[in-house]
């Protein structure tokens, strides 16, 4: 299971892995977008932090999740309880308090976990400050525009965006 799989990327790349998957996002266009596109894959339109949404799945090998899981979107704790009702693996990549270093902490640490608030959560961090560099400026503007930032300055194209792999203990 993916959980806010957009595009449904990462959920085809299991492909090759499991007999089935499964992808769930709260946007319909997404989801339908995605399953035109791949229709191997299970789309589900609903919000995963929704016990309902969840009441008529199977147990799931794996459930993970990229970069969905903000403070300022989804209550961790309750993500967590659910998805541990559907299997015993997840693998989240969350983003960083260290992302977007550009950006004032304060805003960072309302949008972003740092590694102590997610080992209290009961997260191993498996790989901390792990860095991905923007493709393009163009990006950059898109996601920030995407998490409600306004931003008009340029943006260097050097950025990397950080992020923790944690599993769950």
Known sequence: MDLGCGGGRLSVSFLPHFSKVCAIDISN?????AAKQ???VEFLCGDFQSQNTWNNLPQFDLIV???VV???RCDLNKVVSICRQYTKNMIFRIQSVADLDFLPLSLR?????DRN???KLGFCVIEDNYKQRFSTQDYVLKFLSRIGIQHTHSVPISIMR???IATIK
């Open 162 to 164: 950080r992020y923790h």
């Open 117 to 119: 608030e997610l080992e």
């Open 109 to 113: 640490q309302e949008l972003f976990y």
């Open 38 to 40: 791949h229709p191997e």
């Open 29 to 33: 266009d997404l989801v339908e977008k």
């Open 65 to 67: 999740s990229n970069c």
């Open 70 to 72: 903000r403070k300022d």
